[in-house]
């Protein structure tokens, strides 16, 4: 589990549960996430996680679409491929789609800014 969440982020709490209470089919559901979303032949893990944020937007799911932004950015993406990716579901989903994807979007730079805030008061309360 610790290193699964190293290379997502984290695991929602979800996810921990079953693995607690049937691991034989987290095991088999993990096998599936990372031959899913890691490099494949032709798509880079990046690519992929951008698809699964147009997905996931479209589903209106927000914190799904935060937290593969997350992980699309630690893969290299950029800002821009982040909001096209979102950009791009208004074709398919409408504006609830996009506006879903938004609401995403600005969770994660939320979350990253109050991360940035609790870096600089630690950094005062050592100095």
């Not at 990372?34 to 209106?60: N, Q, S, W």
């Not at 799911?61 to 932004?69: D, L």
């Not at 096209?84 to 939320?110: C, D, F």
Request: hydrophobic share 40%; with cysteine.
């Amino acid at each position: 589990m610790r290193r699964i969440e190293r290379e997502r982020g984290c695991i929602p709490g979800e996810w921990a549960y079953i693995a607690g209470k049937d691991p034989d089919f987290w095991d088999a559901y993990n096998a599936l996430y990372e031959k899913a979303l890691t490099d494949g032949k032709a798509l880079p893990a990046k690519t992929k996680e951008l698809i699964v944020i147009g997905i996931l937007a479209y589903r209106e799911f927000e914190e799904g679409v935060c937290k593969h932004a997350e992980r699309a950015l630690r893969l290299g993406a950029t800002r821009q491929e982040l909001l096209e990716a979102v950009e791009t579901v208004t074709v398919p989903g409408g504006s609830p789609a996009l506006r879903a994807g938004i609401a995403g979007l600005v969770m994660l730079e939320e979350k990253e800014e109050k991360e940035r805030k609790n870096v600089v008061t630690k950094k005062k309360a050592r100095g």
